[in-house]
């Protein structure tokens, strides 16, 4: 960084120096505080995936049992009687200023719409267990969303606190400790300067 060494340059040069390193702090705090969320997330991201397979396989499982205790036709035949709407809507959120989605299900229609003589009561609960796994396969949705905005932040956040740590703070540094010697080279040349005019006057 090539500067002009003077005092106004130099005090400039000073401020801008303070106000890099607060930036840089507070940049690194938010490093810091958008690593811990998404820590944080990724743990309920790794619980909520084992649920949704566990749920996936127990509603799989009664499907196949409802299956067993009707004829192919009269089980195929319930679900061309569904007349359940589902909607998702979205808003938005924000964390750390970075604006994560959030997804909204709305449910119109009766989900169970087939008549009950001919059905078993286990395609109820299975249908009951897999509109609960869609609600978790929902918020899973919004959490893998969330991460990658939020891995994307850090990622940029992470730049800049590079940028400033090692390119924009060390220069300011070099042309601070510049700018001081040449000045201090210039205080002791007047000082020599003041020194020989005076041994002039005195002889």
């Not at 005090?11 to 690593?35: H, M, N, S, T």
């Not at 009664?62 to 909607?87: G, P, V």
């Not at 009766?110 to 109820?124: C, M």
Request: charged letters at 35%; aromatic letters at 6%; hydrophobic letters at 40%.
């Amino acid at each position: 960084m090539i500067v002009n060494a003077t005092r106004m340059e130099l005090l400039k040069l000073k401020k801008r120096l303070v106000i890099a390193k607060r930036g840089y702090k507070l940049l690194k705090q938010k490093q810091d505080e958008l690593l811990r969320v998404i820590q944080e997330i990724i743990s309920k991201l790794s619980k909520l995936r084992e649920e949704i397979e566990e749920e996936l396989i127990n509603a799989l499982k009664k499907f196949f049992l409802a299956r067993a205790y009707q004829d192919k036709k009269t089980f195929e035949a319930s679900f061309l009687l569904l007349n359940t709407d589902i909607k998702l809507s979205m808003a938005w959120k924000r964390i750390m200023n970075v604006p994560l989605p959030e997804y909204k299900k709305s449910l119109e229609g009766e989900l169970i719409s087939y008549g009950f003589a001919n059905t078993s009561p286990t395609l109820d609960e299975a249908l009951k267990n897999l509109l609960e796994v869609f609600d978790k396969l929902i918020e899973l949705a919004e959490m893998e969303k969330s991460i990658a905005l939020l891995a994307g932040e850090m990622e940029k956040t992470r730049r800049r606190v590079n940028a400033l740590e090692y390119i924009l703070i060390p220069e300011i540094e070099d042309s601070v400790r510049g700018i001081n010697m040449k000045l201090e080279e210039r205080e002791r040349e007047t000082n020599s300067r003041l020194m020989r005019i005076k041994d002039i006057i005195r002889g």
